[in-house]
Nanobody, 124 residues
Framework: QVQLVESGGGLVQAGDALELSCVAS????????MGWFRQPPGKEREFAAAVSSSGRAPSYADSVKGRFTIFRDNAKNTLYLQMNSLKPEDTGVYYC?????????????????WGQGTQVTVSS
């Protein structure tokens, strides 16, 4: 069992930056592929970014490519999402997810464990 706890969300203005963190419990974090998903208000949850167990081969949704960076520190059991040039359409609840597979996955069905989410609100 893996527990994931996100932090770092908040209210920012368009153009600002924010960094999200996700701390995982247990010794198996380095084995998991990890992802960030988000759910805009009134919409379905959607893929934002993912990274393999080794930290290589990051993948991004087109809507965040070039602005967001996903990375991980396996020694700290922590996943990060650096978000730059934020836009109002980035508003939503951001979820961290862990997959028992070690690869990079964009579909949410590939993930077994999910955090509770952290709210990001970008004002115009």
């Amino acid at each position: 069992q893996v527990q994931l706890v996100e932090s770092g969300g908040g209210l920012v203005q368009a153009g600002d930056a924010l960094e999200l963190s996700c701390v995982a419990s247990g010794p198996t974090f380095p084995n998991y592929g990890m992802g960030w998903f988000r759910q805009p208000p009134g919409k379905e949850r959607e893929f934002a970014a993912a990274v393999s167990s080794s930290g290589r081969a990051p993948s991004y949704a087109d809507s965040v490519k070039g602005r967001f960076t996903i990375f991980r520190d396996n020694a700290k059991n922590t996943l990060y999402l650096q978000m730059n040039s934020l836009k109002p359409e980035d508003t939503g609840v951001y979820y961290c997810a862990a997959s028992r597979g070690g690869g990079t996955y964009s579909r949410d069905s590939a993930y077994t464990y999910w955090g509770q989410g952290t709210q990001v609100t970008v004002s115009s």
